[in-house]
DNA sequence: AAGAGGCCCTGATAGC
DNA sequence: TGCTATCAGGGCCTCT
């Protein structure tokens, strides 16, 4: 699910609610995620308070003091915030603003004063990972710069591609290269560009480069203007849908009229390594 | 070193 | 209705 659009809303949201609050209790479920959350995870983060909330590419960071939170929402996390006074009365209805909590795979709980911030994931790709200041910055300086960044710009990317014969589909994929990107909006920024997904990167134009680089840039920032793509289960943390997933050109259109003006192809879907990939053949060279 | 592929996991959906 | 197979938005790890 989440892409960089839909954690950037997360963001916001857990921003404008929890900004201040200090975590007073704890319950994990699951420790089976990603990564295991360790045994003294709730020792650690109990009594500590929620200074800053910000986000790295599809990471999630909790500034608590000396300490950093970092979450990843994997391909099915997501984030719900629940007020407690509402939460006690009745846990189940939209009748207080919140639509749908899951009932299962609630794996953590953070109590807050105001509010109970529970994270559900189905399929446990995702993870919580604490840090100190120095292995924070060293996670952060493995992964490519965001497409946001004026780092990712038309000089990176044309030497970063220097004799790499990888398609660059698999690029805009691969978070080394450039961070935040997932399939939904790959799909999206390569009809826009004008770019076949199975182009080789060192065979990309000064041309393709210039693109690339603007509607990685564009795309996202609609997105995020949207409040993210909803395709399966993202639900911003008060339980509502994105609206980006009306936007899109390309992604889980096959078979449906490219949406060029005066192109009277279809929308094709191929398989890339594993991914499904939506595109024009007669618009993407 | 770069690139391809396996794998972690559950749930929704399609086909029989 | 109920079984099985396939697929889903991510990314780490291993192997060549």
Request: aromatic fraction near 12%.
């Amino acid at each position: 699910m989440p892409e960089l659009p839909e954690v950037e809303i997360v963001k916001q949201s857990l921003d404008k609610n929890i900004k201040f609050e200090k975590i007073k209790k704890i319950v994990v479920r699951n420790r089976s995620l990603r990564f295991k959350v360790p045994k003294n995870f709730e020792i650690i983060l109990k009594n500590k308070t929620i200074n800053k909330i910000s986000r790295k590419s599809k990471y999630l960071i909790l500034h608590l003091e000396d300490i950093y939170c970092v979450i990843h929402l994997g391909m099915s996390g997501t984030i719900h915030l629940i007020n407690r006074k509402n939460f006690n009365k009745n846990t189940n209805t939209s009748f207080y603003g919140y639509s749908s909590l899951p009932l299962k795979h609630n794996h953590i709980e953070f109590f807050l004063k105001k509010y109970r911030l529970i994270y559900n994931d189905p399929r446990r790709f995702g993870f919580f990972k604490i840090f100190k200041k120095k292995k924070l910055l060293d996670f952060f300086n493995n992964i490519g710069p965001e497409p946001l960044n004026n780092k990712f710009n038309i000089n990176y990317i044309s030497n970063y591609f220097i004799n790499k014969k990888k398609n660059i589909k698999n690029f805009l994929l691969d978070q080394k290269f450039v961070s935040g990107i997932g399939n939904i909006y790959a799909s999206e920024i390569l009809f826009c560009s004008k770019i076949n997904p199975l182009k080789k990167a060192k065979s990309l134009t000064k041309s393709d480069i210039k693109n690339i680089k603007y509607f990685s840039k564009s795309i996202l920032n609609q997105a995020i203007k949207k409040g993210g793509s909803s395709i399966r289960n993202f639900k911003n943390v008060q339980g509502d849908n994105g609206r980006y997933q009306n936007e899109f050109k390309v992604y889980q259109r096959e078979n449906l009229n490219c949406l060029n003006r005066d192109c009277y192809g279809k929308v094709e879907k191929k398989v890339i390594s594993k991914r499904s990939t939506f595109f024009c053949s007669r618009c993407q060279k």
